[in-house]
């Protein structure tokens, strides 16, 4: 429906907007002429009744994702406060880090801030922007490429498990020449080593995501793989089975 008119309260704490009674009146009387005169005139004109309702139906559509986009803008105003928001709570939770994942997806130009979170001095900083950085990458790629040289350094540096596991997520998403690729590979394979299971399950991810578009490294991952099968932990095993599973089909 045509909104008639859009209302958005920026004073009021806790309210993403609203959207002003002639737009529910109006969608009240568009459900009323669906239901009867528009199908009336769709039976007459044929195909210029079905172009306006889904015209009419488009646009509504169109306003619930604004109201959306204004909702969660409300909610995580400004790039200045944004790593604020990851703050608070314990590493059992990841906060708001889906909620800021998504903003960034709609505004990229807020990722450059969330990256400096990998080197917050806060854990749960770090924590919950690599992890909002995974999820945002995972279909914007293209943002993590100015930044290879800096993951590729954080990956050799950071001991901390949360940020090592999305770090191996992450890494074969950049675009790597033959010398970077070396590296990366020889990071997951340090990364095997980690006390944390999780960290080793992903970093066995990252060694096959590599080993898909790189067959140099095939035959040694899938030794690898095949290794973790046999001795890895519940986790290594379900993980490697299923890699193991893909790289046969290629």
């Known amino acids: 429906v045509v909104a008639q008119s859009e209302v958005f309260d920026g004073a009021a704490a806790g309210r993403a907007g609203a959207v002003a009674r002639d737009d529910f009146a ?66 059992r939770s990841i906060g708001h880090s889906d909620q800021i994942a998504e903003l960034v997806s709609k505004k990229p130009r807020l990722f450059a801030e969330l990256f400096k979170g990998l080197w917050s001095e806060d854990p749960l900083v770090r924590m919950r922007a690599a992890d909002a950085v995974e999820k945002v990458t995972r279909t914007k790629r293209e943002l993590l490429q100015r ?43 340090e990364y095997l080593e980690d006390r944390s299971s999780i960290v080793r399950t992903f970093a066995l991810q990252g060694l096959a995501d590599l080993a898909e578009s790189d067959e140099s490294i095939r035959p040694m991952v899938m030794e690898i793989l095949r290794e973790a099968v046999r001795s890895g932990t519940a986790a290594m095993k379900a993980r490697s089975r299923k890699l193991l599973a893909r790289m046969e089909r290629i």
């Open 26 to 91: 109006e969608a009240s009387k568009f459900e009323k002429l669906f239901g009867g005169a528009a199908h009336g005139f769709k039976m007459r004109e044929g195909g210029r009744g079905v172009k306006l309702a889904r015209a009419k139906i488009e646009t509504r559509g169109n306003t619930a994702a604004r109201l959306k986009d204004a909702a969660i803008s409300s909610r995580f105003p400004m790039a200045k406060n944004l790593l604020e928001q990851l703050k608070g709570g314990d590493r």
């Open 147 to 189: 930044y290879k040289k800096e993951l590729l350094g954080l990956m050799t540096e950071v001991e901390q498990q949360e940020v090592r596991w999305h770090l191996a997520a992450m890494v074969s998403r950049l675009e790597l020449n033959a010398r970077e690729r070396q590296r990366a590979v020889a990071l997951l394979q």
